[in-house]
């Protein structure tokens, strides 16, 4: 890989921007930029709010997962818990708030890993990576009036498994599991 000092020779300068579309929880724009060699190209993409994806460690040394069906691709899938954030909510708070709503546990200790960006040809999307160890119980799931999700356990053994059999395809999940796998290692 080339060692670069610097990226200018790579950048693009915007020139002008239009919001496209406004959503409820995505944004389309689609700006004019100039490329590095002077000429000019539109780039269209959604800006996103980003978000989390938690890791739950459980007692037991199994790793707490959700089924939930996801309508752009029409199935179900295998995933780790995950939300967006807020406006003016910190990630940690983020992390520790859709962990609560969607499985019912709360973290005892909470640790960023790192981030991903899921989609960066089309999305300005980040995704929070965080471990979550010494969970307990706090109450039942809370889920939003849209949601859907049935937890499952697995090992990290069989999460890897499912990852390479084609079970769990969700990026941000295979992500958290690379991160985690380095962490400790």
């Not at 996801?70 to 406006?87: C, M, N, T, W, Y």
């Not at 708030?97 to 909470?110: C, D, I, P």
């Not at 039942?140 to 697995?154: A, K, M, S, W």
Request: proline share 5%.
């Amino acid at each position: 890989m080339k060692n670069c000092k610097s990226n200018e020779h790579l950048l693009e300068r915007t020139l002008a921007s239009t919001q496209v579309f406004r959503g409820a929880f995505l944004n389309v724009v689609r700006d004019t930029v100039e490329l590095p060699n002077g000429n000019k190209t539109t780039r269209e993409y959604f800006r996103h709010p980003g978000a989390v994806v938690i890791i739950p460690l459980l007692p037991s040394g199994k790793m707490l997962f959700e089924r939930q069906y996801r309508h752009p691709l029409g199935r179900v899938f295998i995933e780790l818990p995950a939300g967006k954030i807020d406006p003016g909510e910190g990630i940690e708070l983020t992390a520790q708030r859709e962990l609560r709503e969607e499985t019912g546990y709360a973290a005892g200790v909470l640790t960023h890993l790192g981030v991903m960006h899921p989609c960066i040809g089309y999305s300005d999307e980040r995704i929070e990576i965080f471990r979550a160890e010494q969970l307990v119980k706090a109450g039942g799931q809370t889920l939003d009036h849209n949601e859907f999700i049935e937890l499952i356990e697995l090992t990290p053994e069989e999460a890897k498994q499912a990852v390479f059999s084609g079970s769990i395809t969700d990026a941000k999940t295979i992500a958290a599991l690379f991160w985690l796998e380095k962490e400790t290692q």
